[in-house]
Nanobody, 120 residues
Framework: QVQLVESGGGLVQPGGSLRLSCAAS????????MGWYRQAPGKQRELVAT???????NYADSVKGRFTISRDNAKNTVYLQMNSLKPEDTAVYYC??????????????WGQGTQVTVSS
């Protein structure tokens, strides 16, 4: 079983910054892609950014140029640096990871979510 624990959410004013972290632990043989998704009230969960094990990145158009995803493979951790935050970035942010367990079975795991609120 693979667990993802997120941290770093909170309340920030428009134009401010936050850094989210997500650490994976458990029966991990290999982590492949990791990513961040978000869900605002009354809306569907949407992709924010993903990063492969080879550090190729992909971003939603709405966050390009403002958010940066990165990972530390030695720590099984993915980060999301969020700059120039806007009220429309307010959502619960979820970490996601896919990979192989120590039994060589594929897994996809989600974190519990962390609230990001952008408001003055």
């Amino acid at each position: 079983q693979v667990q993802l624990v997120e941290s770093g959410g909170g309340l920030v004013q428009p134009g401010g910054s936050l850094r989210l972290s997500c650490a994976a632990s458990g029966s991990i043989f290999r982590l492949n892609a990791m990513g961040w998704y978000r869900q605002a009230p009354g809306k569907q969960r949407e992709l924010v950014a993903t990063i492969t094990s080879g550090t190729m990145t992909n971003y939603a158009d709405s966050v390009k140029g403002r958010f940066t995803i990165s990972r530390d493979n030695a720590k099984n951790t993915v980060y999301l640096q969020m700059n120039s935050l806007k009220p429309e970035d307010t959502a619960v942010y979820y970490c996601n990871a896919v990979g192989l367990s120590i039994t060589l079975s594929a897994f996809q795991s989600w974190g519990q979510g962390t609230q990001v609120t952008v408001s003055s």
